[in-house]
């Protein structure tokens, strides 16, 4: 048996079975909300999601199949060149919705913001298991928080200047969670929380645009019961709770004509993507909607799983960082749909359509696998020899 099988017998199964799952679950959505909007060109996104899933296969089976120490080595390169690519989009980049976060190469459309983390994340995962084994200097937490914030800082700066609010905060749960699993004091990450929410009514009033801080007042006022505007500021909010509250326990059916997603109170744009849950959730009631949340919970608990048996700092980090990614994205996503967040433009992993996202999502769940099947260290599984004592007469 050649030792490349081996790993590929040794995958953890069950956590394929469940990305598997929820991707097909998520293609499913798609056609939900798209098969009837042929006039607009959108009613096959649902096939064009078949090829990123497929494409997303690849590079989830060989982040897998290679041991994670040698991913580290191209993740400061892949962090640049992202980083690079995230740079010249602030600026040059194509515009969707008010957000330029997309560099057109003729044939299809990337992402670079969401390039960026999965380097970051790795980069991140090697800065904090490693810098303090490059110098002495860099065994002081001060110093590590200063790298590590400042690589975390850069894209998140950038993203932010695009206008995709949504996109940067996601960096908040992946470093929090990732500084936590690496060994700095609980009295450091205490100063920088209490830090960053003095500071937060200063980027409300200063650092947010008008209509972002229209739209956290708006949600605030519905959640208060005044009166608001569903003509203008409070439509995709008022129409988002509409659908999920008209899909009660069992949903309104596939294909009902009756569906406030059918009628086009829901932008054809998001459906598929930012506001699928709302389709999702009207189509198949509160018991598909909580079977799709229960998927994601198995998903994240099976990755904790992982990470209790990494064999070294560094994947406990990547498997930390994956999941703070994925809980962030899952949370906001849900959460901006039911009031309990403001409204921003992030996708539900594996859920949403879109390209670049996919691809990144099953690169770096392929990377927990990674931790999985190499969670035994080769060096230490080599059998040591013993010291034979013979007896002379």
């Not at 994601?296 to 099976?302: I, K, R, S, T």
């Not at 990547?318 to 967040?341: R, S």
Request: hydrophobic fraction near 55%; include cysteine.
């Amino acid at each position: 048996m050649t030792p490349l099988f081996r790993k590929f017998l040794g995958m953890n199964w069950l956590l394929f079975a469940n990305i598997i799952a929820l991707a097909i679950f998520g293609i499913f959505a798609i056609y939900s909300a798209c098969w009837m909007r042929e006039e607009a060109g959108l009613a096959t996104k649902w096939r064009e999601q078949v090829y990123w899933m497929l494409l997303g296969l690849v590079f989830f089976f060989a982040a897998s199949l290679i041991d994670y120490k040698w991913i580290r080595y191209l993740g400061i390169p892949f962090y640049l060149i992202a980083t690079g690519l995230l740079i010249f989009t602030t600026f040059f980049g194509t515009e969707i919705n008010g957000t330029r976060a997309w560099l057109d190469l003729g044939v299809i459309l990337i992402q670079p913001s969401q390039l960026a983390i999965a380097g970051g994340l790795i980069v991140l995962a090697f800065a904090i298991s490693s810098l303090h084994k490059l110098h002495p200097v860099f065994r002081s937490p001060f110093i590590r928080l200063f790298v590590t914030g400042f690589i975390a800082l850069v894209p998140f700066a950038f993203v932010l200047l695009q206008g995709d609010f949504g996109s940067a905060i996601v960096w908040v749960p992946v470093y929090g969670a990732m500084v936590l699993i690496g060994n700095i004091p609980i009295r450091y990450l205490a100063t920088i929380v209490l830090c960053v929410t003095m500071f937060l009514p200063f980027a409300f009033f200063f650092g947010l645009k008008d209509y972002q801080k229209k739209r956290i007042t708006t949600q605030i006022e519905m959640l208060q019961g005044k009166k608001v505007n569903i003509l203008a500021e409070a439509y995709s909010a008022y129409n988002n709770l509409l659908a999920i509250g008209s899909g009660g326990w069992g949903g309104k059916g596939f294909k009902n004509p009756e569906t406030v997603n059918h009628k086009g109170f829901i932008s054809p744009d998001t459906a598929i993507n930012d506001f699928i849950f709302p389709v999702l959730a009207e189509i198949w009631g509160f018991r598909g909607s909580l079977l799709m949340l229960g998927g994601f919970l198995l998903l994240l608990m099976q990755a904790l799983y992982v990470a209790f048996y990494s064999r070294d700092l560094m994947g406990r980090l990547l498997v930390v960082g994956v999941v703070g990614l994925l809980f962030a994205h899952i949370y906001q996503n849900v959460g901006m749909n039911l009031l309990i967040m403001p409204i921003t433009g992030i996708p539900l992993p594996l859920i949403s359509y879109g390209g670049t996202f996919t691809v990144v999502t099953f690169f770096l769940l392929g990377m927990v696998q990674s931790v999985w099947v190499h969670r035994i260290d080769p060096e230490a599984a080599k059998p040591k020899p013993q010291l034979r004592i013979e007896h002379l007469d």
